[in-house]
């Protein structure tokens, strides 16, 4: 009679292990708890943002009539805002504003993160001062810019230009420099921010390089050229995004300092929309150009990665 012979027993430390019927729910429970820390944050987003936007951008179809009806216009907002000469002129204040002070935030940020990097303990002293303005609100930053502009001898810059022989300069009262006055505060809020991200993209240049090209007698400029401006490309890349979807929204400078005046000088595209929405009660046509907004910037937001992976495939 043939005796059966039990199967020998799996070897431990084989490796494999036999399927658990709870493991699938065990990770079931541990993916969703990530989500369950993200659904206040993106509860507050779907109500104060998303929502408001899709009921933005529903809106301006139609003629909104308070306590009347809404009447169905189709694309009549959109052609109204895009031939209106009040906001063909704010989209040419929009342009240099933005440009404006993107080209010099950015440029001063550099020069400052050249200046501030290393470890040493005064220069943590000096990014934590230089970095303030970032991080002030707005509209306090837009006041004491207006007592520095007051037009007056007795102003902080017309003081400082009283004592050279210059007469008072009437910074926001001039249509002629009003402008360029709102981007001088906007370059000044905005380089410091600019500022820390190409700092963090200082830090990870190799500093052999730079000894190496001291070593070989090579300038300023060349360094900067060919060793730290291909090296914080990515930084650069961050902080030309948000530079320029920050330039086309620019909106608190110009309403603390000017309020889009004088004489529609600095009157740009939001600004313009706000006054059309709050002051002349037309929801329809600032939701039309809140929408028109929203997809340029979308637009410049999607050329700019695009040319930045072009760049990196090169």
């Excluded at 950015?106 to 990014?127: C, N, P, T």
Aim: glycine residues 10%; charged residues 15%.
């Amino acid at each position: 009679m043939t005796a059966t012979v039990p199967a020998p027993a799996a070897r431990r430390g084989s490796g494999k292990r036999a399927p658990d019927k709870f493991s699938g729910r065990t990770f079931n429970k541990k993916a969703l708890i990530p989500w369950l820390f993200l659904a206040p944050g993106l509860l507050l987003a779907l109500v104060f943002k998303f929502w408001p936007m899709a009921k933005g951008i529903w809106l301006s179809f139609f003629d909104v009539r308070p306590f009347l009806g809404d009447r169905w216009i189709g694309l009549d907002n959109y052609t109204r805002v895009l031939t209106d000469h009040r906001f063909q002129d704010a989209i040419g204040h929009t342009l240099i504003l933005g440009i404006g002070q993107s080209l010099g935030a950015i440029l001063l940020g550099f020069v400052l993160a050249l200046l501030l990097e290393g470890q040493a303990r005064s220069l943590k002293i000096l990014r934590t001062a230089v970095f303030l303005p970032a991080v002030t609100a707005t509209a306090v930053v837009g006041e004491l810019w207006r007592l520095m502009y007051y037009p007056t001898s007795d102003g902080l810059l017309n003081s400082g230009l009283h004592l050279l022989g210059l007469g008072p300069v009437q910074f926001l009262d001039n249509p002629d420099i009003a402008l360029y006055s709102t981007m001088a505060m906007s370059i000044w809020i905005w380089a410091p921010y600019n500022m820390v991200i190409l700092l963090a993209g200082l830090a990870g240049v190799d500093r052999s390089l730079y000894e190496a090209a001291a070593m070989d007698g090579v300038s300023l400029w060349q360094r900067l050229r060919y060793i730290t401006l291909p090296a914080i490309r990515p930084a650069l890349t961050i902080v030309l995004t948000l530079a320029t979807i920050r330039g086309l929204r620019v909106f608190t400078e110009v309403y603390v300092l000017t309020g889009g005046g004088p004489a529609g000088s600095t009157d740009v595209w939001i600004t313009r929309a706000y006054t059309l929405g709050f002051t002349r009660n037309d929801i329809g046509g600032a939701s039309a150009a809140s929408v028109v907004l929203l997809c340029v910037t979308l637009l410049l937001t999607v050329m700019v990665n695009y040319l930045r992976k072009r760049g990196e495939a090169r």
